[in-house]
């Protein structure tokens, strides 16, 4: 399409979304958007202008004297020709499912960050469609999930979540798209503090810090989405971690605050710690914070490392009136890796069913719910997740005490796993991943590289695969320091929290299946050459 167009591929985006484009030109601008065509209700306009997205919607030819801004045009016959010729005044234009950049008012770079934390590009079958169309070839048939099929998957991910709410589950084209669109809910709700661990997944991360970057009170110009930080790294306790940060806040700043919610947003397990709190003391700490500060407070809990957990249930025994919300990827277990997706799960409480209304509304603004080819994958997908899950515990525990016990052999040392308890596992916290701090030698130089170097030795097997993904049946073991990757948009203080003696993280994720023989013998052999190396 660049080359179509005589544009740089850089200045090209596609978007699954057919209103993300626009309003990623606001938010990653942050430029008034100065539109041709009304596309956008008055509602919605007041909606994103709370986001940091300022669009204008002028169909006159009046739109050609804004300077400024941007200006913004749908594609229509000869509008390329036309603005390579002076003939009219256009900055952007937008076609289906796409966005030219055809001035240099625009940074690339902006854009590309917005569509990666808050959209996504068109989904794989639509993109293949699309070449053929354009080759004049015959486009593949579209499938589509049954009503029932849907339905069903509804219900298994309720199951699945450990409740039976009022509104059903939504699914989004991602998973950051889901929280992006939960969190710019609670934006134009108000606004939230939001509590959140220091190495939580990066792209969590930079999301809340865009949003509290561009969104701002119109009275007083603060934030209306505030950050903070817990760490529950290395030998730091969770519950321990989570309780001081709150009591603080309640103590100290809740009266400076003029945002209406708390959420504390957390990973069970966590990612790449695979901690898991008390659940009875997790819940409690919340109940007596929302009784002392008066604020609404939600829980939002992501399952995707253990998504059969039913944490809710769990939850709902202890405080029944907690609003819980649980968050999962579905690119990973759920989806079996065939197409990515994100869900919300809101529990039974009236305040879940009011936000996740709320949500569903943001949602179609933003245009960022699954595409029907995504729910095909999903509702073909997600039976058996429980136990796929189980089955990829069993093979990570084996795994594990097999890695263990050669690090012992090889360097005298024990070496401890981040990983889930048996009694964790029990309890349905079934996850397929561990991390761990290899032991170091007296180099310095060499610990500081000696994860990766791990890594590099396990992938030169192709069984082993160093990407940050799990969850996929297909007997491959993904490997990744996750430093670099899953936590990219992470402090480098926060990530050298997890370090020991100068180590980072490892992390090993397994699928269901595999033939563990040889995975024991080539773990065992990339240990013995990677201490054999490091001197």
């Given amino acids: 399409m660049a080359e179509d167009k005589g544009l740089s591929i850089d200045n090209v985006f596609c978007f699954g979304s057919s209103t993300m484009p626009i309003i990623a030109l606001g938010i990653g601008t942050q430029k008034t958007v100065y539109l041709d065509t009304v596309i956008f209700d008055d509602k919605e306009l007041k909606m994103l202008k709370t986001l940091g997205c300022h669009i204008i919607q002028d169909n006159t030819n009046q739109i050609h004297n804004h300077k400024d801004g941007l200006i913004v045009m749908m594609e229509k016959e000869g509008i390329f020709e036309n603005h390579k010729n002076g003939n009219i005044n256009v900055d952007c234009i937008i076609g289906d499912h796409l966005l030219y950049l055809v001035s240099s008012k625009v940074d690339p770079e902006d854009i590309l960050t917005i569509r990666k934390r808050m959209a996504t590009p068109l989904t794989t079958p639509v993109t293949e469609?699309?070449?053929?169309?354009?080759?004049?070839?015959?486009?593949?048939?579209?499938?589509?999930?049954?009503?029932?099929?849907?339905?069903?998957?509804?219900?298994?991910?309720?199951?699945?979540?450990?409740?039976?709410?009022?509104?059903?589950?939504?699914?989004?084209?991602?998973?950051?798209?889901?929280?992006?669109?939960?969190?710019?809910?609670?934006?134009?709700?108000?606004?939230?503090?939001?509590?959140?661990?220091?190495?939580?997944?990066?792209?969590?991360?930079?999301?809340?810090?865009?949003?509290?970057?561009?969104s701002k009170g119109e009275k007083d110009g603060n934030p209306l989405i505030t950050k903070h930080k817990f760490d529950i790294q290395g030998k730091a306790g969770m519950i321990k971690s989570i309780r001081s940060k709150l009591d603080s806040f309640s103590e100290s700043s809740v009266q400076d605050s003029h945002l209406p919610t708390t959420v504390l947003f957390v990973e069970i397990p966590t990612n790449p710690d695979m901690k898991v709190p008390d659940i009875e003391e997790l819940a409690m700490i919340l109940s007596n914070y929302g009784k002392k500060t008066g604020k609404s407070v939600l829980l939002l809990v992501d399952c995707t490392f253990a998504p059969g957990s039913e944490i809710m249930e769990k939850l709902k025994t202890i405080v029944p009136e907690l609003n819980v919300m649980v968050f999962i990827s579905l690119s990973k277990s759920i989806s079996r890796g065939t197409t990515t997706a994100g869900t919300l799960v809101g529990n039974h409480t009236h305040d879940?069913?009011?936000?996740?209304?709320?949500?569903?509304?943001?949602?179609?603004?933003?245009?960022?719910?699954?595409?029907?080819?995504?729910?095909?994958?999903?509702?073909?997908?997600?039976?058996?997740?429980?136990?796929?899950?189980?089955?990829?515990?069993?093979?990570?525990?084996?795994?594990?005490?097999?890695?263990?016990?050669?690090?012992?052999?090889?360097?005298?040392?024990?070496?401890?796993?981040?990983?889930?308890?048996?009694?964790?596992?029990?309890?349905?916290?079934?996850?397929?991943?561990?991390?761990?701090?290899?032991?170091?030698?007296?180099?310095?130089?060499?610990?500081?590289?000696?994860?990766?170097?791990?890594?590099?030795?396990?992938?030169?097997?192709?069984?082993?695969k160093p990407c940050v993904s799990f969850g996929q049946d297909n007997r491959t073991v993904y490997a990744t320091v996750p430093a670099t990757s899953t936590q990219g948009a992470i402090s480098e203080e926060d990530k050298n929290k997890q370090e020991i003696g100068g180590v980072q993280l490892t992390r090993l994720s397994f699928p269901p299946t595999l033939d563990e023989k040889d995975i024991h013998d080539l773990l065992k052999s990339a240990v013995i050459s990677l201490y054999a190396n490091a001197k």
Avoid: W
């Avoid at 998973?175 to 939960?182: E, I, K, M, N, T």
């Fill in 129 to 214: 469609n699309k070449l053929l169309e354009i080759a004049g070839m015959k486009t593949n048939p579209v499938e589509v999930s049954t009503p029932e099929a849907i339905m069903d998957y509804k219900s298994q991910l309720q199951t699945l979540c450990g409740t039976k709410s009022l509104v059903d589950p939504i699914t989004f084209t991602a998973g950051l798209p889901a929280l992006s669109a939960l969190f710019a809910t609670l934006i134009n709700r108000g606004g939230c503090d939001l509590f959140m661990a220091s190495t939580a997944y990066g792209g969590s991360s930079q999301l809340v810090d865009l949003y509290s970057e561009h």
């Fill in 352 to 464: 879940s069913a009011d936000l996740m209304h709320d949500i569903t509304e943001t949602a179609k603004t933003l245009d960022t719910i699954a595409k029907d080819d995504q729910m095909l994958f999903l509702t073909n997908n997600i039976d058996g997740v429980k136990q796929r899950c189980l089955d990829a515990y069993q093979v990570a525990k084996t795994a594990g005490d097999v890695l263990v016990e050669s690090v012992k052999e090889v360097t005298g040392q024990t070496m401890e796993l981040a990983f889930v308890t048996p009694e964790e596992a029990a309890q349905g916290f079934t996850t397929s991943t561990f991390s761990f701090n290899l032991p170091g030698v007296e180099s310095s130089k060499i610990n500081s590289t000696l994860a990766q170097k791990f890594v590099d030795l396990l992938t030169e097997d192709d069984r082993f």
